[in-house]
């Protein structure tokens, strides 16, 4: 299974949002912003802050992509 934060990077363009904007805004590091990048995890307390600053909801920066089924 994957999480994707795909999302949130189209909502930062259709905001025209910079990402250190949205770092600057939500107290959330650099670092932290460059894990979802790279699809890593990070806190449900950093998303909250996330979504505070983007005033939406967690399917709306984010979503749950499942593993395939192996062939076999």
Known sequence: M???YN???KLLID???MK????QLSGVSKASLAK???GQNIS????EKICCVLDCDYSDIME????K????
């Open 44 to 47: 449900v307390a950093l998303l």
């Open 15 to 17: 905001k025209n949002m």
């Open 36 to 38: 979802l990048k790279t």
């Open 64 to 67: 749950y992509i499942p593993d």
């Open 7 to 9: 999302r949130l990077f």
């Open 2 to 4: 994957a999480t994707s």
């Open 69 to 72: 089924p192996k062939e076999g």
């Open 20 to 23: 250190g904007e949205l770092c």
